[in-house]
């Protein structure tokens, strides 16, 4: 699901309920139609993301999470994006921990998840939204044209209010990158 599949939850579940409110003749089939919002929303908080830290840290990421997304949900963010990628098998959104480290080490330990997620993820999609900077090797992919694209501003899924994502609003770029046995050199 991701956060953007939990924001879109999140819409839906308010505009359902606002649709309710104001139309009263099918309010009890509007609020029943929110529900498995309600249910994928709570199914993120308690399930996925935890899941997700955890996984990320057994497998020796430093900073980075990775987020399993469905590969349905990835395709639709792409397309809504106006993106056309290739073939891939498995979707992540990259999340990264904030921290208080210089700059340097920074864009090191990201650049040396990130490497480790490709190998142990061959031919899989990561996308990601940020304002911080990205590590060279993405850069270098995204002058060299390959699997990779990396576009200003935020995906076509708004952020829902509150969420707590830190971005600076100028700043925001959204991309996707597939991994394989080249990438990351």
């Known amino acids: ?21 104001l139309v009263h003749a099918v309010s009890k089939v509007l609020f029943l ?12 908080c308690a399930r996925e993301h935890p899941k997700a830290v955890r996984r990320s840290g057994e497998m020796g990421l430093r900073m980075v999470v990775l987020l399993p997304v469905k590969v349905s949900w990835a395709r639709l963010l792409l397309r809504l994006d106006g993106e056309r990628m290739g073939y891939f098998c498995a979707a992540y959104e ?19 998840d990130l490497e480790i997620a490709a190998k142990m993820f061959p031919g899989a999609l990561f996308i990601w939204e940020t304002s911080a900077p990205l590590p060279l090797s993405i850069r270098r992919m995204v002058r060299s044209g390959r699997s990779v694209f990396l576009k200003n501003g935020g995906w ?13 609003k100028g700043h925001v770029k959204h991309g996707a990158v597939i991994s394989g046995e080249e990438l990351f050199c």
């Open 33 to 44: 139609a929110a529900l498995p919002e309600v249910a994928l929303f709570l199914r993120y």
């Open 1 to 21: 699901m991701g956060t953007k599949g939990r924001d879109a939850a999140l819409w839906l579940f308010f505009a359902l309920m606002l649709a309710s409110i």
């Open 156 to 168: 076509p899924v708004p952020r829902f209010p509150f969420t707590g994502r830190d971005l600076r």
């Open 94 to 112: 990259v999340h990264v921990k904030s921290g208080t480290l210089p700059l340097v080490d920074y864009l090191r330990i990201l650049s040396s």
